[in-house]
C-alpha cells in the first residue's frame, strides 16, 4: 500500500499558529467574563451591562406600552392587539374543526340550578312569548316567519355539555331543540346558508351576534326551546335561543327574534367591545 500522499514532508514542521480569539471568546470577554479580565474588571463590566439592559427593557416596555395605548382603535380594541385576536384567530380555526364533537354527558349529570348570566336583549317591556315569531331573511322569498309550535314540530336533538363563559365559570348543562342544519334543510335555505356568515339577534335587536357559516351548521349547534327536559325558562332565553357548543358562551344568543346570512361579517355585540369576534372552542 503506497500511503507516501498522506506523509507530512519530512523536515518541514508547521510554524505553531497563535490561537486567535474566536467569536465566542471574544463575547465572553465584552461580556465581563474572560480569564484575561482581573476580578474587579469582570464585576465592573457586569454591573454596566445588567443596567444598560434593565434601563434599555425598560425604555423598550415603556415605550410599546404608549405605542399599544395610543394607536388607533379597531373594533373596541387597539389596533395592535386586535392584530394579535386576527392572528389568534387564524391558528385556531383549522385546528378546532366544526366537525370536532364536544363532549357530551349523561343528561343525569347535568346541572339542576343553571345559571343565568347576560340579559342583554331579553327584558323589553310588553314582549309577548305567546305571538313570537321568528324572523328568517332568504334571498328571494322575503322573511319567513315561523312560530314556536312550528319548530317543534322538527327533529329533536338533546344533549348535556359543559357550557363555558368567558368570564371563567363553565357548568354542565342540558339543552334541547331543533338542529340549526335540521331547520336549514326543512325551510330550503341551503342557498343563504352557503353565505360565509349567519346574524343572529334578539327581537329588540339590543343583541346581536355573528357566526361563521360552518360553526352554525356544525352538528350540535341547536336552535333550543328546552333546559334541563322543560320548557326554556325566560332568563335563559324563551322561547327559542341558541345552543353552539363549540363557541364561548357569548355567542350562544337568548331570545332569537331574527335571522339573517350574508358574506358580509355581521355586527357583533361583543366584538363590537373588543372581545374576539370568533370566540371559538
Ligand atoms: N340576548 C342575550 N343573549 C345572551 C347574553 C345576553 O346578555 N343577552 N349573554 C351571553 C352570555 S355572555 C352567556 S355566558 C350566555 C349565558 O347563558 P345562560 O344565561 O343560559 O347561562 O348567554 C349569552 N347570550
Ligand atoms: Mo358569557
Same mark, same amino acid.
Given at each position: 500500500?503506497?500511503?507516501?500522499?498522506?506523509?507530512?514532508?519530512?523536515?518541514?514542521?508547521?510554524?505553531? &499558529?497563535?490561537?486567535?480569539?474566536?467569536?465566542r471568546d471574544r463575547l465572553r470577554k465584552a461580556m465581563g467574563h474572560s480569564d484575561d479580565l482581573s476580578i474587579q474588571k469582570q464585576i465592573n463590566r457586569r454591573t454596566f451591562i445588567s443596567f444598560s439592559a434593565f434601563f434599555l427593557l425598560g425604555a423598550a416596555a415603556w415605550k410599546s406600552w404608549f405605542w399599544i395605548k395610543d394607536a388607533a382603535q379597531s373594533d373596541g380594541v387597539q389596533a395592535p392587539l386586535r392584530?394579535?385576536?386576527?392572528?389568534?384567530?387564524? &391558528? $385556531?380555526?383549522?385546528?378546532?374543526?366544526?366537525?370536532?364533537?364536544?363532549?357530551? =354527558?349523561?343528561?343525569?349529570? /347535568? /346541572?339542576?340550578?343553571?345559571r343565568p348570566n347576560g340579559n342583554i336583549g331579553t327584558h323589553a317591556q310588553g314582549f309577548d312569548p305567546s305571538t313570537w315569531q321568528l324572523e328568517v331573511?332568504?334571498?328571494?322569498?322575503?322573511?319567513?316567519? &315561523?312560530?314556536?309550535?312550528? $319548530?317543534?314540530?322538527?327533529?329533536?336533538?338533546e344533549f348535556a355539555f359543559e357550557f363555558k363563559c368567558i368570564e371563567g365559570w363553565s357548568q354542565v348543562s342540558w339543552w334541547?331543540?331543533?338542529?340549526?342544519? !335540521?331547520?336549514?334543510?326543512? =325551510?330550503?335555505?341551503?342557498?343563504? /346558508? /352557503? $353565505?360565509?356568515?349567519?346574524? $343572529?339577534?334578539?327581537? !329588540? !335587536?339590543?343583541?346581536?351576534?355573528?357566526?361563521?357559516?360552518p360553526s352554525a351548521l356544525h352538528p350540535q349547534t341547536l336552535l333550543c326551546y328546552e333546559m334541563t327536559g322543560q320548557p326554556l325558562p325566560p332568563e335563559h332565553g324563551a322561547p327559542l335561543r341558541l345552543i353552539i357548543p363549540v363557541k364561548y358562551g357569548v355567542k350562544n344568543l337568548k331570545r332569537i327574534g331574527k335571522i339573517f346570512f350574508s358574506n358580509d361579517r355581521p355586527r357583533d355585540y361583543w366584538f363590537e367591545r373588543g372581545y374576539d369576534y370568533y370566540c371559538g372552542l
Amino acid at each position: 500500500m503506497n500511503n507516501k500522499a498522506h506523509t507530512p514532508p519530512s523536515g518541514s514542521n508547521p510554524a505553531p &499558529i497563535s490561537p486567535r480569539p474566536t467569536f465566542r471568546d471574544r463575547l465572553r470577554k465584552a461580556m465581563g467574563h474572560s480569564d484575561d479580565l482581573s476580578i474587579q474588571k469582570q464585576i465592573n463590566r457586569r454591573t454596566f451591562i445588567s443596567f444598560s439592559a434593565f434601563f434599555l427593557l425598560g425604555a423598550a416596555a415603556w415605550k410599546s406600552w404608549f405605542w399599544i395605548k395610543d394607536a388607533a382603535q379597531s373594533d373596541g380594541v387597539q389596533a395592535p392587539l386586535r392584530k394579535g385576536l386576527n392572528i389568534n384567530e387564524k &391558528i $385556531l380555526k383549522p385546528t378546532l374543526s366544526p366537525n370536532h364533537l364536544a363532549k357530551t =354527558y349523561p343528561t343525569s349529570q /347535568a /346541572a339542576r340550578n343553571v345559571r343565568p348570566n347576560g340579559n342583554i336583549g331579553t327584558h323589553a317591556q310588553g314582549f309577548d312569548p305567546s305571538t313570537w315569531q321568528l324572523e328568517v331573511a332568504t334571498l328571494d322569498r322575503g322573511v319567513l316567519t &315561523i312560530g314556536i309550535d312550528e $319548530l317543534k314540530q322538527l327533529p329533536k336533538t338533546e344533549f348535556a355539555f359543559e357550557f363555558k363563559c368567558i368570564e371563567g365559570w363553565s357548568q354542565v348543562s342540558w339543552w334541547g331543540g331543533v338542529k340549526f342544519s !335540521d331547520f336549514i334543510h326543512h =325551510y330550503g335555505l341551503e342557498r343563504e /346558508a /352557503a $353565505l360565509t356568515y349567519v346574524g $343572529l339577534s334578539t327581537p !329588540d !335587536d339590543k343583541y346581536y351576534v355573528g357566526i361563521d357559516t360552518p360553526s352554525a351548521l356544525h352538528p350540535q349547534t341547536l336552535l333550543c326551546y328546552e333546559m334541563t327536559g322543560q320548557p326554556l325558562p325566560p332568563e335563559h332565553g324563551a322561547p327559542l335561543r341558541l345552543i353552539i357548543p363549540v363557541k364561548y358562551g357569548v355567542k350562544n344568543l337568548k331570545r332569537i327574534g331574527k335571522i339573517f346570512f350574508s358574506n358580509d361579517r355581521p355586527r357583533d355585540y361583543w366584538f363590537e367591545r373588543g372581545y374576539d369576534y370568533y370566540c371559538g372552542l
